[in-house]
């Protein structure tokens, strides 16, 4: 008897050989193979994935969240190597590598707004992004790429867009470029305290963007019920509130048990379980629409299986309701505390 076959989802990918130029000086954690895991894990995702074209960002769409000194800085470092701090290199492709990320997000943005069947996109980024600042580069990261990909949505005239990022290290870049806009809803969970130092619950946006960054720092060892916590009490309940037309996401996986750099204790299944809940609300407010973009993630084997579990939760529908939880009395206190900071612009539990 031949078993039932589920079709395939329509879904877009933002991937380029380009991405593989961006070659350290001699190990670095991230590194060339990093797509390797990833690509392995889309190898074998249940979706119908249709490549989008990864082209240079062009001066304006860098330009809309980064200084123009700081791109014709990077541009003056084409075709050089060195360190720019103790964390961040560049090769002799990382700029074009850089660029044509920062590009394909953005042409990925396109694909998502336009009348296609296609309302969720991955896009395997390399070097990663949120890190980068308006005016330069640290953490690994040279160009935005998630910000990149928001301004351009805002052009295009996206009112309210929602970044959710579960990289274990807070995107202090992208919460830098949005801190003022309240189109743009910037959530991050993170190890703290842990590198950049950024991320804790009163940084909450300024002006009229007040309110509208919420951070959920998370002690050293937090694990999927800690996140699921988090989501449930805060991440959740504000962007059901906010309604995004768009999420965005910064995905990260770095927050992994096995991740050499953290001290987080996230499973694959903890990645899935955001990444429903984060596909749930795109159903309800953003007509689907979705995108990963990849961050972090050092650990090869728990990259590849924390990409895995996302794309199931996205193409296969998979749920968590068996996933670990706390109860009220047994929430951690760091995710108290975030609630409470965050229930002066939101309902929160």
Request: charged share 25%.
């Amino acid at each position: 008897m031949v078993g039932l076959q589920l079709s395939k989802k329509d879904a877009l990918l933002v991937d380029d050989v380009a991405f593989d130029g961006h070659v350290p000086l001699g190990y670095h954690p991230e590194r060339p193979e990093r797509l390797t895991a990833a690509r392995a894990a889309v190898h074998h995702a249940a979706a119908n994935f249709r490549r989008v074209e990864a082209t240079e960002a062009s001066a304006t769409d860098l330009e809309r969240v980064h200084d123009a000194r700081f791109v014709a800085t990077l541009e003056r470092l084409r075709g050089k190597t060195g360190m720019l701090d103790p964390d961040t290199y560049v090769s002799e492709k990382s700029i074009a590598a850089a660029r044509r990320a920062a590009g394909g997000a953005a042409a990925m943005v396109d694909g998502l707004l336009d009348e296609s069947d296609a309302t969720v996109g991955i896009a395997l980024l390399r070097p990663p992004g949120h890190h980068a600042c308006a005016d330069h580069a640290m953490g690994f990261c040279l160009i935005n790429n998630i910000a990149v990909a928001a301004a351009h949505a805002r052009a295009k005239g996206v009112e309210r867009i929602a970044i959710v990022d579960f990289d274990v290290h807070h995107g202090n870049g992208t919460q830098e470029m949005f801190y003022r806009d309240p189109n743009v809803l910037y959530v991050s969970l993170h190890q703290s305290p842990f590198y950049p130092g950024t991320g804790a619950t009163d940084e909450v946006g300024e002006g009229e963007g007040e309110g509208f960054t919420v951070n959920v720092p998370l002690v050293a060892g937090g694990g999927d019920a800690v996140y699921r916590a988090a989501f449930d009490r805060i991440v959740s309940p504000v962007l059901e509130q906010f309604a995004p037309r768009l999420i965005l996401v910064s995905a990260g996986f770095d927050g992994a048990a096995r991740d050499p750099l953290a001290e987080m204790t996230l499973t694959s299944r903890g990645y899935g379980y955001m990444t429903q809940r984060l596909a749930e609300q795109a159903g309800r407010s953003a007509d689907g629409r979705i995108a990963l973009l990849l961050e972090g993630g050092y650990d090869l084997v728990a990259l590849e299986s924390g990409l895995t579990e996302t794309m199931r939760a996205l193409f296969e529908g998979a749920t968590y309701d068996g996933a670990p939880r706390l109860d009220r009395e047994g929430d951690s206190a760091d995710v108290a505390r975030a609630a409470r900071a965050a229930s002066a612009y939101w309902k929160v539990e």
